[in-house]
């Protein structure tokens, strides 16, 4: 025991603070380990040979020489494997909903350019891809429709027989009487929207590498993967092994945005080859691979009305949505996930009492969709922020003040929407009001009208919305999905040294969370921010994970943290207070220090762990506690957060070019636990979110073929792309939530496409155009112009000529670009 100065100042609580991030040494310096690092001896390698085909049968393969190719192991195909592996089904208690079956290889026949057909197995990748050159596969072409449109019909070809159809899932969502409100209402504004197809492009391609055990008879697989836990699972059951003899392991992971989150064909094919090879087995995409087999995202078309009265005050909304979903239910989250929350999301934060969304979710020749950041949302958004632009223009009212009208008020929270999901509380009203403070609206607005004057097409765009974060047990990720997604575990032990180790089940893939976790751990427990190793990423950590995704690991994780880490620190007190021979009421932990509040005297944690656990006798066995404990958090409803996103572009009037001049986001994540990892998280996701207002888009020619190949045609945002970004901090109180938390890691993808496709069709109003259909590229600019001109022309052939004047100069430049095509 020591004494201390009580006078002197304790530590101040380090949530809140700009920790830098604790797990960035490692990974600055090249040491971080990823799955592509890892060289177990005898490790083999595998290449696969791919469809080239959108809807085939499969009618042999020859591998040729393949086989003579040195260092050639084997050769496998589907029926290679069968009685090996069960297939992954995806199932969902949705009414009505087909969950196709996921197996490692295409069996009979291939559903998508880039589905696996063929693996070769060698010493090296480099053997295994010139052995992939001498195997050729025959097909027999099976008529398809590439676009959803075509695909929903009733008469479409079938890309599952046994299913009977390509719409896989339908859902609606319905209050109140939509329709004879929007028949009557004074004023109604509609659109067709669409948000094209996207891929996540994370730094690290996917990497698999899976070992087996032949002594243990047990597995062991490293991946890139952002859900552990769910793989290990579902693995368990493909393999007819129990869990026990099935570890998942995922270590560094560079990013993930969702496309990490699902189980993979190749996943399932290494393991089932280690286990029949008795050798470890690795494979690694490249980037033409993950381009075109990676799931993807959005692709929805949504047709939308919206209802307003004279004041502005909004009376209905309905939609049809067709999602395209690829050619498979992807697991664990099935054909739902996207598509549901579309219409589940629509009305957004805004008071909305009659409601009508319909989704009808379509089976196409593609990679399938899954998990992206921000799931659904970000098209929801679009739409719905279209309709709120388009409703206050018609009306002749500041789109600012229409949302202040239709936002919900502090004083209705909770707030139960028309598709039933619940929002708890937020800074709904309060985002926007940062937002636009931040900027000086007024004189933002005034600067616009300026530059216009000027000639110039400037334009300003707002986005408002919600999301739903932490979501707890109440209801899945994914709409009827039987897995439960809500809770999360964290075990936090003290060793006698002192030390403090904390196991989670959450995988991080670049959020920062050893550091965040560990501030959350260092307020409430009291131990030193050194002295605690975070632990995450392995299925065996905790006796039930699943993964990271969905906003929910600061919420979940976060939570767990609290409820383990006070415990742990109960037990502490209660070991000091009779060690000190004091009250356990007059106790507290500081930066590892135990002192009593009526006396000078103080213990080390260390100190007490090692009378816990080394010296017999120093606490009575009937007292003694080891300092261990496990708590799982379900914040059961979830945690709603909300943002308001304000966007001014300039479009270029020859090149259609659009360059973003400002930009602030005003967000309420709740309580923040490290202000730098949250700013790098909106920044991140509004880089995401310009990119898929501007320029990110996978292609799929008519004969289904993918057009983007590589980053030379499936343009991201670079540096020069991103303006700086304004952040407007907002941490509304959230009562009935464990630590305060809400989650943040997808607002910027939610809000940025909307907030710039607003400001874009601000900026071409007075050409009399309308910005429906996302990433606005420049091509896309010109055919709506050149719609617009051809339009004008049939109703007066005299307009051909063009006019004079800063309106005309986009028109004659879409002529010029027309004569240029022809």
């Not at 005034?446 to 400037?458: F, N």
């Not at 762990?609 to 009937?622: C, D, F, N, S, W």
């Not at 907030?755 to 590229?777: E, M, Q, R, S, Y």
Request: hydrophobic share 40%.
């Amino acid at each position: 025991m020591n004494r201390i100065d009580l006078s002197v100042e304790i530590r101040p609580k380090l949530v809140g603070k700009r920790i830098k991030r604790t797990e960035d040494p490692r990974l600055l310096a090249g040491v971080g380990r990823y799955v592509d690092d890892m060289a177990p001896q005898g490790t083999l390698h595998v290449a696969l040979r791919r469809s080239d085909q959108p809807h085939a049968r499969i009618i042999g393969v020859d591998v040729g020489d393949a086989l003579s190719i040195p260092g050639v192991m084997a050769i496998y195909e589907a029926e290679d494997l069968e009685g090996e592996v069960n297939p992954a089904v995806p199932t969902s208690r949705m009414q009505g909903y087909y969950a196709t079956p996921i197996w490692p290889l295409a069996r009979g026949k291939v559903r998508y350019v880039g589905e696996p057909v063929v693996a070769v197995v060698a010493e090296s990748r480099y053997a295994a891809e010139d052995a992939l050159e001498h195997v050729s596969i025959e097909y027999q072409p099976l008529p398809f429709a590439i676009r959803q449109v075509d695909a929903v019909q009733d008469d479409a070809p079938l890309l599952h027989e046994e299913a009977g159809t390509n719409v896989i899932i339908r859902r609606e969502f319905k209050r109140g009487d939509v329709d004879s409100v929007i028949a009557n209402a004074p004023v109604t504004v509609k659109g067709r929207f669409r948000m094209t197809r996207k891929t996540a492009v994370a730094m690290e391609n996917r990497s698999y590498l899976a070992e087996w055990d032949a002594r243990k008879q047990s597995l062991t697989l490293h991946t890139s993967s952002g859900s552990p836990g769910i793989i290990r699972d579902v693995l368990s059951d493909c393999l007819d092994l129990p869990g026990s003899r099935v570890r998942v392991v995922a270590p560094e992971v560079g990013g993930s945005f969702g496309a990490k989150g699902s189980l993979y064909c190749e996943e399932m094919l290494v393991c089932v080859l280690a286990r029949k090879l008795g050798r470890p087995v690795k494979y690694v995409s490249d980037r033409l691979e993950d381009l075109s087999a990676t799931s993807q995202a959005w692709d929805e078309l949504i047709e939308a009305e919206l209802a307003v009265d004279a004041d502005g005050k909004m009376l209905g909304l309905r939609a049809d949505v067709i999602g395209d979903v690829g050619a498979y239910s992807i697991y664990p989250w099935t054909a739902a996930l996207e598509t549901v929350q579309v219409v589940s999301f629509l009305p957004g934060p805004y008071r909305m009492e009659h409601y009508r969304g319909r989704i009808r979710g379509v089976l196409t020749p593609k990679p399938p969709t899954g998990p992206y950041r921000g799931v659904g949302r970000p098209s929801s958004t679009f739409a719905m922020e279209r309709l709120v632009e388009m409703a206050a223009r018609k009306l002749g009212m500041d789109p600012v003040e229409f949302r202040r009208r239709n936002l919900v008020n502090d004083d209705e929270f909770p707030y139960r929407t028309a598709s039933g999901i619940i929002w708890d509380k937020s800074a709904f009203q309060e985002c926007l009001r940062g937002a636009c403070e931040h900027v000086d609206y007024p004189a933002l607005v005034r600067e616009r009208d300026t530059a216009r004057a000027a000639g110039r097409w400037v334009g300003i765009g707002l986005a408002s919305y919600a999301e739903l974060t932490g979501i707890g047990s109440r209801i899945s990720v994914a709409p009827g999905m039987p897995i439960n997604t809500g809770t999360e575990t964290s075990r936090i032990e003290v060793d006698s040294t002192g030390s403090v180790t904390a196991a989670f089940g959450v995988a991080s893939h670049g959020q920062g969370l050893e550091t965040t976790l560990a501030q959350v751990i260092v307020d409430e427990l009291g131990c030193k921010l050194e002295d605690i190793q975070v632990q995450h990423g392995d299925s065996s950590l905790v006796p039930t994970s699943t993964g990271t995704y969905a906003s929910r690991s600061a919420v979940l994780g976060g939570g767990a943290a609290t409820l383990a880490a006070r415990s742990v620190k109960a037990k502490i007190l209660r070991g000091a207070a009779y060690l000190m021979e004091q009250d356990v009421a007059d106790l507290d932990m500081h930066e590892g220090v135990v002192s009593s509040r009526n006396s000078n005297l103080t213990m080390t944690l260390k100190e007490v762990a090692t009378a816990v656990y080394k010296q017999m006798g120093r606490i009575p066995l009937e007292q003694r506690e080891d300092l261990v404990a496990s708590e799982t958090y379900d914040p059961y409803l979830g945690t709603a957060c909300s943002s308001t996103h304000l966007a001014m572009v300039e479009v270029d009037p020859e090149t259609y070019g659009t360059r973003i001049l400002r930009y602030v986001v005003a967000e309420d994540c709740g309580r923040i636990i490290n202000p730098m990892i949250v700013d790098g998280q909106i920044h991140g996701a509004v880089a995401q979110g310009i990119g898929a207002a501007l320029l990110e888009e996978v292609v799929h020619d008519d004969q289904g073929q993918v057009v983007a190949a590589s980053l030379a045609d499936y343009l991201v945002p670079l540096a020069s792309n991103i303006p700086e970004i304004g952040v407007v901090h907002i941490e509304a109180d959230l009562p009935n939530n464990v630590g305060g938390f809400r989650g943040m890691g997808e607002g910027g993808t939610i809000g940025a496409p909307a907030a710039v496709a607003n400001a874009v069709d601000d900026a071409l109003t007075h050409l009399g155009v309308c910005v429906d259909t996302l990433p606005v590229t420049p091509e896309r600019i010109f055919r709506l112009l050149e719609d617009r001109r051809q339009a004008a022309v049939d109703v007066n052939p005299s307009v051909g000529g063009m006019a004079h004047g800063p309106d005309q100069i986009g028109l004659r430049r879409g002529q010029q670009l027309r004569d240029q095509s022809s």
